[in-house]
């Protein structure tokens, strides 16, 4: 490639916190760089991401066994968060998230693991670094439907109760930031609707 196009290309690029090219190989997986990234979706229809995502729909299996429904939570706010084992913003914000699905009734969480991995490596990771919050697995090459393709990770979605999506987080978020969408604060200036709002 020619050297040029590859700076100007290097510069184009987004930055986030994790990108979702290739996964780091071999070495620990909690102590992989940020910069590590998963493969790169296969090429899609551009309808892809243009799919009508006001209300998302999920239904996957999770590492436990059982099946999650998103649909079937309604009346509740979701956080589905888009993570990797590699993503070191990910380990990061991964207690602030099994904290606030342990603090607040109001609001579950659901860890979309998005990396090539088998399952028995993401458990004796989740042995290592636990959390309560279910997680599957999704694959990289045919990614939920409803929800964009992550163009970086950690990518975070709140659905409110009545399945519409409040807000989504680029990078790394808070328990606290994540509560404001929910409590109807302003987050980045704009206002959310309250939980009872709804």
Known sequence: ????????LALSIPLA??????PPTGGDAASASSTASVPAAAPTEPAKDAVDMERPALKIATLDGAQYDLAAKRGRWIVVNFWATWCSPCLKEMPELDALDAEREDIEVIGLAYEE???ADLRAFLDKRPVKYPIAIVDVYDPPADFPTPRGLPMTHVIAPDGT??????GPVTKDELAAV????????????AAGAM
């Open 165 to 170: 999506v409040a807000k989504r987080f680029m």
């Open 1 to 8: 490639m020619n050297p040029m196009l590859s700076a100007v």
């Open 17 to 22: 916190a994790c990108s979702a090219d290739a």
């Open 182 to 193: 929910v409590d109807g604060k302003a987050v980045d200036g704009v206002k959310t609707p």
């Open 117 to 119: 991995i088998e399952p």
